[in-house]
Structures are given as C-alpha cells and as structure tokens.
C-alpha cells in the first residue's frame, strides 16, 4: 500500500512540477508557440502545446527505463530480490509500452508542425512523406523499434543480462540528438557527441536515483548496499553533465553577452543553477545519508532519511528535465541570428526587385 501510494502521488506531483516549469520556460526563454500571421499555414495550439508537453512526457518515459534497468543491475547480485526483480521487469515493460505510445503521439505532432496543418487534419500521404522523406520521421521511426525491442525483451527469459536492457535502453534515447540543436550547431561532431555522453549521463543519474527510491518503498534494507555505489556513479554522471551541458551551451551560444541577453542563454544559467542544486543533494547523501546506512540499526528509518532527500532531489530534477525540453524548443541565438539574417535579405531582395 506504501508504495502504490507514493508511487501514485509521487508520479502526479513530478509530472505536474515538470509541466509548469516547462511552459513556464518556454515563455520565458521565447519559445512558446505562437499563431501564424494572417495567410501563413497554422498547425494550431494543439500541435504547438502538445508537442513541447509530449516531448517532456517521452523524456520522463524513456530516463525512467534507464533508471529502472540501472537500478535492477546495481541489485543484480541480491538473490532473496526475486520478486522485486520481477516487479522491475514488469516496470520497464509498461514503461517502455507508454514510451513507445507517447512517441507514436510525437510523431503525428511533428508531423502536423512540419506541413502547418492541424493534427486531426493530417492525411495519410502527409503521414507517409514525413516517415520516409523527412530525416525527423525515419529518425522517429528508429527510435520507436528501439523502444519496442526494450518492451519484447522483458518478455524474454534472459536472466540477469539487465546490462543490455539498460544498453538498449540508452539507445532508444540517442536517435533524437542527430536531429535537434547539435545536428544543426557549427561545430556538429563536437556537438553530437557531447551531447550522447549528456544524455546517457543524464538518464542514468536521474532515472537511477527515481528507480532506487521506488525499490527502497518496499526494501529499505537494500539502501545499505546499494546507494553507496550508486552515488559513485551519479558522481561521475554529474561531472559528465556539467562538462557537457556546459560545451554544448557553449557551442550554441554566439557571444559572451549571450548567456544573460537571450532567453535561450538564460534558460541555460538556470539549467546550470539547478544542476548546482542536484549536486548539492547528492553532497547532503554522502555526508548524511551514507553515514547514517553504515551505522544504522533501524533500516526503516533510515529509509525515511533518504526519502526526504530523495524526494525534494527527484522533484528538482523533474524541474531540471523541463528546463532541458524548454530548451530544446527554444531557437537559440545562431539560430534566430540567422533568422534575422535570411528577413533581411529577403527583404532587401524584395526591395530590389520593386525598384
């Protein structure tokens, strides 16, 4: 009962906190979606809400995968977990069965905002032309059969290979890279690159942190073995976040002045502020959290020690995985600047043309 209950609530609690600091960026940082001008195709409020909101939805689906796969291999050794072990199994499975459904969702949004016509307007020729003739729908399609091939793996009797779950799991992740900010970026491989490592960094971190707090619900005990290794790893992920989150800003950025000049820049100050505060919370466990496991005698409180802390750190980084989907949907300078660029010279063009 514990643990349907925080499971339930927790979930709301996370999902809405993600929804309004998404649409709260998004207008902050100047990516909000906004109507067409009068003559100009309009894929309409649906498409243009609905896909920033199911992109934060696909993110939160596909970081949880990877946390439970990561969770289920740093307790692989735990032999008496059999039927936790399969609690997490079934997990996945559903998870990756929304994962898969909300990407299929995705897919018919971004399709509406690339022809400009309203969702339940789309016919099946648009749908077929931007599935094998746009690199945004074959992407899209590869990345569903990754997460497909999670869902099918659960169903098979593969022991305790939960290390090509999570490999897989990472995978399905990585196909949107080739296709946002650091795919278009002036220094592409760099971009690509750092990028995956953010990622996969990220999911790991995060999802792992989310996967260990829903185990612990029901295992308190499995704290004293497990965190300890865990908050190695989310070290090392939040070091790998860091450097690359700061290279990829870095990159995108066209001044100095950038960082607090445009919306996109100031989005990214924020994003580095609230990494800032997650490594504080991983601070307060090692100096608390793991102290008080090593010289525990009541598991169930100690439990609650690490509840508290992981609570409030799993909300922030709910916050952090808004931020980072405001981003992605935020133009960021070079982007607008050359935006700018091509009015002007249309405009001039136009000039010349009436003379």
Not at 252 to 268: C, D, E, I, K
């Amino acid at each position: 009962m514990l643990a349907r209950l925080w499971g339930w609530r927790g979930s709301a609690l996370v999902a809405l906190l993600a929804t309004v600091v998404l649409v709260v960026c998004l207008r902050a940082g100047g990516g909000a979606p906004e109507a067409s001008p009068p003559g100009i195709p309009d894929p309409g409020w649906l498409t243009g809400w609905g896909l920033s909101i199911v992109k934060l939805f696909v993110d939160v689906a596909g970081i949880s995968v990877v946390g439970l796969c990561t969770t289920a291999v740093l307790l692989a050794r735990r032999a008496e977990l059999g039927g936790e072990r399969t609690g997490l199994i079934t997990g996945v499975r559903r998870v990756a069965a929304a994962w898969a459904v909300l990407l299929l969702a995705q897919f018919a949004l971004t399709a509406s905002d690339v022809f400009a016509h309203p969702v339940d307007q789309l016919t099946l020729q648009e749908v077929s032309s931007f599935l094998t003739g746009t690199t945004l729908g074959r992407t899209a399609a590869v990345q569903v059969v990754l997460v497909l091939v999670v869902a099918v793996l659960t169903l098979a009797d593969f022991g305790r290979r939960w290390q090509a779950l999570l490999a897989f799991g990472v995978a399905a992740l990585l196909p949107p890279v080739l296709t946002g900010h650091a795919a278009t970026s002036a220094d592409e491989s760099v971009a690509v690159v750092s990028l995956i490592i953010h990622v996969g960094a990220v999911s790991v971190w995060v999802g792992g942190l989310v996967g260990l707090t829903w185990i612990t619900v029901s295992r308190p005990g499995v704290l004293r073995d497990v965190l300890p290794m865990f908050s190695s790893i989310a070290g090392w992920c939040f070091g790998a976040v860091l450097a690359t989150g700061l290279l990829n800003a870095a990159i995108r950025l066209a001044t100095v002045r950038a960082p607090f000049s445009t919306g996109y820049g100031q989005l990214v100050v924020v994003k580095v502020v609230a990494i800032g505060g997650l490594a504080a919370f991983g601070f307060a466990h090692r100096q608390r959290t793991i102290p008080d496991l090593v010289n525990a005698t009541d598991s169930v409180r100690t439990w609650r020690v690490f509840a508290r802390v992981a609570g409030a750190e799993v909300c922030l980084m709910a916050a952090t995985v808004g931020i980072a989907v405001a981003l992605s949907r935020t133009p960021t300078p070079l982007q607008t600047h050359v935006h700018a660029s091509a009015l002007i010279v249309t405009s001039v063009q136009s000039v010349h043309r009436s003379g």
